[in-house]
């Protein structure tokens, strides 16, 4: 099975998002992965509802939004009106997780939750079985174009063991740091999906890049 492919808008070029959403179109990505950030969940802040919806006339993929904010719970609706057709909230974010998932399921969109690379995958024990998606962050959420966190194989590992006891269908994403070094052990311990930014978005050829990491052995 190849892999899913989520290139992060984030790494785009924001003066020229239309084009970008098309390259996107045309390329062999399979979402685009957008990151939300409000400046107290995390230490930035990226683009709200009006950039959203503007990736939004012009996309012709699923959008995966990770939503990097405290307090998701107020704006899931918001989210899923935007187009949002995954919404992955961060479970250091939320007091209530297991009401957040049924909201967002409740919109209709996919749920997904994302992990910091501190926080442990034992901690989804008692939601696996309800989310499509763990978005296991390989940076810590913030900022694009950081290291890969090497210890994230070991809870790829944690984290499909975890999957299978409880019968879970959710998808593992990968985010950070991703890139053509990284992606084969990747997908080797279990990811299925796999979200890239500035390897993507400043390589020399975005769309074969794409098609490199969609393609690889
Ligand atoms: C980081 C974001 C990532 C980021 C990935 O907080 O969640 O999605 O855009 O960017 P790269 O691939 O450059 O690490
Ligand atoms: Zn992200």
């Known amino acids: 099975m190849k892999p899913i492919i989520a ?3 984030l790494a785009s070029d924001f003066a020229n998002l239309q084009s970008e959403v098309e390259m996107l179109n045309e390329s062999q990505a399979d979402w685009l ?3 939300i950030m409000d400046g107290r969940f995390v230490p930035n802040i990226s683009f709200g509802f009006p950039v959203l919806q503007a990736i939004q006339r012009h996309a012709k993929k699923p959008l995966d939004v990770h939503l990097m904010i405290v307090e998701p719970e107020l704006y899931i ?3 899923r009106e935007a187009g949002a057709e995954i919404i992955s909230v961060h479970l250091e974010a939320c007091n209530h997780l297991h009401r957040t998932i049924q909201q967002i399921k409740a919109t209709g969109a996919k749920a997904g939750i994302a992990l910091n ?3 442990s995958v034992q901690l989804l024990d008692d939601v696996i079985a309800d989310v499509d998606l763990v978005c296991l962050m390989s940076v810590n959420p913030g900022f694009g174009g950081q290291k ?3 210890n994230t194989y070991r809870k ?3 984290l499909k063991n975890l999957i299978i006891a409880r019968n879970s269908k959710a998808l593992i994403e990968i985010d950070g740091g991703v890139n053509q070094q990284n992606a084969p052990l990747l997908l080797e311990k279990g990811a299925d999906a796999l979200v890239a930014g500035s390897f993507v978005f400043n390589s020399a050829d975005p769309l074969q890049t794409i098609a490199n990491l969609k393609n690889q052995a």
Do not use: G, Y
């Open 117 to 119: 690379p501190h926080t």
């Open 7 to 9: 290139p992060s808008v």
């Open 77 to 79: 609706e918001q989210f």
């Open 33 to 35: 992965h957008i990151d």
């Open 156 to 158: 790829i590992e944690a």
């Open 148 to 150: 890969f966190i090497e």
